[in-house]
């Protein structure tokens, strides 16, 4: 479908973005406005022996430009729930089919190393850091943080829903997940999405393993020195009994317990730095889409030569006087003036095949230029916010390495210098 043809309108359209530099030098939602996510708050829904109970989060926007007069009010708080962000993602997603849109946080709690719901305060929290992470995203994007619909979600707190549904994206979504579940074998696929889609894949692969294996570290470690208050226990238990060694015994033990006690704030950091590489699992996810949108052109192009050569075949056994039911029942030929009609109306109709072909075309060299810019720009992203992460990560195993460490060091100190 071209953009002309969609029910969906984009809000507005910034200058032609033609190269990365113009990609990163366009004015974003994010220069003029600060966007926060200040808390969470647990609602239910129901009678009182049926309770439906769900978070909603509090978005805070402050205009800091003056003259900025894109939205409505230069201080505003609103209250939304996660299904609410989900429209607003699925509707960029459909409304922007070339863009990498930023993704949500998980819905469920995926790599976990213990377990947790969707109504522990840990995960709320997480979860409350992750959508403001994708309200930013969308507000530093140069096309989908200046659409109306997204600025009305950070403002509009009444009929917002009923607006959004009135756009028609929940029917050109439907339309896209019938066109992708239909297999079909691209005559030509283009070599540069093919590349992108496969390394979506792999990405999403290798970021899943790690976080898999992660899961799995961090669970044996926590336990590993949990158990170390086992030690403190005993030392402390054992300096009572102890005249000389009781000092030395009992600073052990405090040593013992710290190990045990630190592993808690480690957990915790490291879990916020999973949740950054998370962001990347289901950005590989969206990079994939969006090798699945041009695919999906890419196939509407094709059947549209399909349909072309079908018609042009037609038009032959229409000239050849072999088009009519009888002719071909019967044999023999049409009568002239049968050929002369059927061959006109198939005329305009190849016109109109190839002018859709030729629409086709352009659509699809449009989506390409578009979705290369958006392509080259997530690679930029991903490297530097995948390096800073993975650093922090190590960075973490580092310092929390060295504080065990130096608690041992200074437990065998305690041990050395008793009497």
């Not at 978070?55 to 230069?74: A, E, F, G, R």
């Not at 922007?96 to 995926?110: A, S, T």
């Not at 390394?199 to 961090?218: A, C, D, M, P, V």
Request: with cysteine; glycine share 4%; proline share 3%.
């Amino acid at each position: 479908m071209s953009a002309e043809n969609s029910p969906i309108k984009p809000s507005r359209s910034p200058r032609v973005i033609e190269t990365i530099e113009d990609y990163e030098s366009q004015d974003t939602l994010i220069k003029h406005v600060d966007i926060s996510i200040v808390e969470s708050e647990k609602r239910a829904n129901g009678t009182l022996h049926v309770r439906d109970h769900y978070t909603v989060y509090l978005i805070d926007l402050k205009v800091t430009d003056p003259d900025y007069n894109l939205v409505q009010s230069k201080i505003s708080t609103i209250w939304r729930r996660y299904t609410e962000f989900e429209q607003i993602h699925d509707y960029l997603l459909v409304t922007y089919p070339h863009c990498i849109v930023p993704p949500l946080p998980e819905k469920k709690v995926l790599y976990a190393w213990r377990k947790s719901d969707t109504t522990d305060p840990e995960f709320v929290e997480r979860r409350r850091a992750g959508l403001e992470n994708f309200l930013l995203r969308v507000a530093s994007h140069p096309i989908l943080g200046l659409d109306d619909q997204f600025i009305n979600f950070l403002q509009q707190e009444h009929g917002w829903r009923e607006t959004i549904t009135d756009s028609g994206y929940l029917l050109q979504a439907e339309n896209k997940i019938k066109s992708l579940s239909v297999s079909i074998r691209l005559k030509k696929p283009d070599p540069e999405i093919e590349s992108v889609k496969n390394y979506g894949k792999q990405l999403e692969t290798n970021l899943g393993n790690f976080l898999y294996t992660r899961s799995k570290i961090i669970e044996k470690n926590y336990a590993l020195c949990k158990l170390h208050a086992n030690y403190g226990k005993l030392f402390s238990e054992w300096s009572v009994i102890e005249k000389d060694m009781g000092d030395g015994l009992q600073k052990a033990g405090h040593y013992f317990d710290s190990i045990a006690e630190g592993i808690d704030a480690v957990a915790e950091d490291e879990e916020q730095l999973a949740d950054q590489l998370k962001e990347y699992l289901f950005y590989a996810a969206a990079l994939q889409q969006l090798a699945h949108n041009h695919e999906a052109m890419q196939r509407a192009a094709e059947a549209a030569h399909d349909t072309l050569e079908s018609r042009i075949q037609e038009r032959s056994r229409a000239a050849a006087g072999k088009a009519g039911l009888m002719s071909r029942l019967f044999g023999g030929t049409d009568p002239d003036i049968v050929r002369d009609q059927t061959t006109r109306a198939l005329d305009a109709r190849i016109l109109l095949d190839q002018q859709n072909i030729a629409q086709a075309k352009r659509d699809l060299e449009e989506f390409s230029k578009k979705a290369a810019i958006e392509i080259e720009h997530f690679q930029k992203q991903k490297d530097k916010d995948l390096h800073e992460s993975l650093v922090g990560f190590i960075s973490l195993q580092v310092k929390a390495a060295k504080k065990n460490l130096q608690a041992w060091t200074q437990i065998k100190e305690c041990l050395q210098n008793m009497p």
